[in-house]
């Protein structure tokens, strides 16, 4: 089944300790992107990536890096999670630009 | 900078009635454009997009959305709502001659079904 699949899907973790939310598609896709989403706010880019190894910044991406060192993985690493980057947070990837993304199922991030 | 407005935040219709969610977008050129449903717990499922061609384009589960290019507006229509048309909205734009990859999001409207 052609699918994005994030893991994990909820995590509670504390202010400062470093964590990385995975991502993968098995559709060999060019595109991938990384989307906060919170109450009122809609849906935020956080970094997108057009390829292996070409990333670049979206709306919203202080205190998140990522990687693209194969073509379906794209990891979202927060080095020092704050209270501020509670939220729920969506992978998706698309083959072209006109073609819209298939998003994943979302990570839910509370961060105490 | 490219944006998306929604004016519409919460959307109330019987069960039957027709629908239209408004999206209106900001840029210098004709964007990517798309709308998204999202339903409760749910990711994000494409319903239709357009970029160039016929101005009225079809989707899945029975939308259409007609882009108007003079007034800057890309509005999801459906003729008859079903109760499992219930959920959030988004329309979406990716600019079409640079920064490919980027796309911007409105807010979002939620559609509440009455029976």
């Known amino acids: 089944e052609a699918q994005v699949t994030q893991n994990p899907r909820y995590l509670i973790t504390v202010t400062g300790k470093k964590l990385t939310v995975t991502c ?39 205190g998140y890096k990522v990687s693209r060192k194969e073509k379906r993985n ?3 690493i927060l ?25 994943g199922s979302g990570t839910r991030l509370t961060v105490v | 900078a490219q944006s998306v407005t929604q004016p519409d935040i919460h959307i109330t219709v019987s069960e ?17 454009l798309f709308w998204y449903v999202q339903s409760p717990g749910q990711g ?24 108007k290019r003079s007034q800057s507006s890309f509005n999801l229509r459906k003729p008859s709502v079903h109760w499992s048309d219930a959920a959030e909205y988004f329309c979406a734009v990716d600019p079409y001659n640079t920064n490919a990859g980027k796309s911007t ?8 079904v009455k029976p």
């Open chain 2, 44 to 67: 994000l499922q494409l319903l239709l997009k357009y970029f160039s061609g016929d101005t009225l384009v079809q989707g899945i589960k029975g939308f259409e959305a007609e882009f």
């Open chain 1, 74 to 76: 794209f990891p979202l």
């Open chain 1, 24 to 62: 993968s598609q098995n559709m060999n896709h060019e595109y991938m992107s990384w989307y906060r989403q919170d109450p009122g706010l809609g849906l935020r880019q956080i970094y997108y990536s057009m390829n292996v190894e070409v990333t670049d910044k979206g709306d919203v991406p202080e």
């Open chain 1, 79 to 103: 080095e020092s999670p704050s209270p501020n980057q509670t939220s729920l947070y969506f992978c998706a990837s698309s083959s072209d630009r006109d073609y819209g993304y298939t998003f």
């Open chain 2, 16 to 32: 039957g009635a027709s629908l239209e969610l408004r999206c209106n977008y900001s840029y210098g050129a004709t964007p990517y």
């Open chain 2, 105 to 112: 999001f409105g807010d979002g409207t939620t559609l509440t």
